[in-house]
């Protein structure tokens, strides 16, 4: 009987170690696997924007911002591109154009850039298409002030979009016009017109909150030393 009490104790015993030293590896892997606290990749003028169903720009916007850039240099214009920092979180995403405002392959008179989301090409009120683009003689004007047909009217609201005027537009989708089914703002800063647009009238606040980014940026990059570091150097081109 007393062995078999002394085996039993032994048996506990050998049971406790086991654990408790199941417990330190256990414990020490999690000490050694701790990960860093995450930082955004979005820049400092962004992660302040709501994220419900936006996203920081991915590679394909900042390469045809890059693209644009190139084309300007080329033929000899001095043009900057400032890439919108917050688009919509509808991916994988395709450029469809990017050219001139007025003429595709002229870069003199501004830049314009449109995307397609892959997956949902026509369901444009989940943000399946969008655009941005820059001109500093108003050659955007001719795409947003457009003319009514009968009953087919384009709204224009003026507001203000952090500290600085604006003016929220919306297109009706059957009026014959450039931004047809759009939601966009448009905006004058640094001495040149940018607008943000994106297909489907729900979703005019974040529109509004793409734009709201891309007028930090243009604020924060404007110098030339604040191009050359990042997270600048990412986003502003030319």
């Not at 590679?59 to 001095?78: D, E, M, S």
């Not at 002229?106 to 969008?130: C, E, I, N, P, T």
């Not at 600085?164 to 759009?182: C, D, E, N, S, W």
Request: charged share 15%; aromatic share 10%.
């Amino acid at each position: 009987m007393r062995g078999r009490n002394l085996i039993t104790m032994l048996a506990r015993r050998f049971a406790v170690l086991i654990a408790g030293s199941a417990l330190l590896i256990v414990g020490a892997a999690c000490a050694g696997q701790r990960a860093k606290p995450l930082q955004s990749a979005a820049p400092s003028w962004a992660v302040s924007e709501p994220t419900n169903g936006l996203t920081a720009a991915p590679p394909v916007v900042t390469g045809t911002c890059a693209f644009l850039a190139a084309q300007a240099r080329a033929q000899h214009v001095r043009l900057r591109v400032f890439c919108p920092p917050l688009v919509p979180a509808v991916l994988p995403i395709t450029r469809e154009t990017a050219g001139g405002t007025l003429r595709y392959h002229q870069m003199r008179d501004g830049y314009q850039a449109s995307f397609f989301a892959l997956k949902v090409h026509w369901a444009y009120r989940w943000g399946g298409h969008w655009t941005f683009g820059a001109s500093r003689d108003g050659g955007l004007s001719v795409y947003i002030h457009v003319k009514p047909s009968g009953a087919l009217r384009p709204r224009y609201e003026r507001t203000v979009i952090g500290g600085r005027a604006a003016t929220v537009f919306l297109i009706p989708q059957k009026l014959q016009a450039f931004y047809a089914g759009h939601v966009g703002v448009v905006w004058n800063q640094r001495g040149t017109t940018f607008d943000i647009t994106v297909h489907g009238q729900a979703w005019r606040s974040r529109v509004v909150a793409m734009a709201r980014a891309l007028m930090r940026e243009i604020d924060a990059c404007g110098s030339r030393a604040a191009r050359t570091t990042q997270p600048c150097a990412g986003f502003v081109f030319g």
